[in-house]
């Protein structure tokens, strides 16, 4: 969780606030091939035990939930048949869940998902990266980073969001020529 935080803190650097970020955003450079990750918006965190996981924010299916009528999006390639929330709560949840923003979580675990009141998002299962590979994977040139936030996770229509976070990443590297880019720590 280190080098994520440190990472974030280096991207972002924001005021520090009672529950730290421990999110980014991933946004797949147009040279990145992987068709799972072509064109994505991706939200990643990392737990305690370095276990680094994320959803794709952008990747609406024709499938909705039986609840609401939200479409459910495609989180990733790790286990689809698996419901995975991005959900608000007040306080810390009742079961296993990542921390993402002040506030905001990430939990497949059934009880949260059973429980959830909106707003909410659910996904299909998620992307995950052994210890090393993510870190590979920007070191290559993969990924830009960006700072999440609440509206953008909870957006309604992410029609557009890949180009307009590739847009944004563009310019602020561009304003950044010259800066060293964040070192990722463990």
């Excluded at 869940?97 to 998002?121: A, D, N």
């Excluded at 210890?131 to 980073?145: F, H, K, N, T, V």
């Amino acid at each position: 969780m280190r080098w994520l935080a440190a990472l974030f803190a280096a991207a972002c650097c924001t005021a520090c606030v009672a529950q730290a970020p421990n999110a980014i955003l991933l946004v797949a450079k147009p040279g990145l091939v992987d068709p799972n990750f072509s064109r994505t918006v991706v939200l990643v965190t990392q737990a305690e035990d370095a276990s680094t996981v994320g959803v794709i924010l952008n990747r609406p299916t024709s499938v909705r939930h039986e609840r609401t009528g939200e479409p459910i999006y495609s989180g990733g390639p790790v286990m689809p048949r698996t419901t995975v929330a991005l959900f608000r709560s007040e306080g810390v949840p009742p079961a296993p869940s990542f921390h993402v923003l002040q506030g905001i979580y990430l939990s497949m675990h059934p009880t949260i998902v059973e429980q959830l009141q909106p707003p909410y998002r659910l996904f299909a299962g998620f992307a995950g990266w052994m210890p090393g590979q993510l870190e590979s994977e920007i070191a290559r040139d993969g990924w830009y980073l960006l700072p999440p936030s609440e509206e953008l996770l909870f957006r309604r229509d992410t029609t557009g969001m890949w180009e307009e976070l590739l847009d944004r990443a563009s310019a602020h590297r561009t304003r950044g020529a010259g800066r060293a880019e964040p070192a990722l720590h463990r």
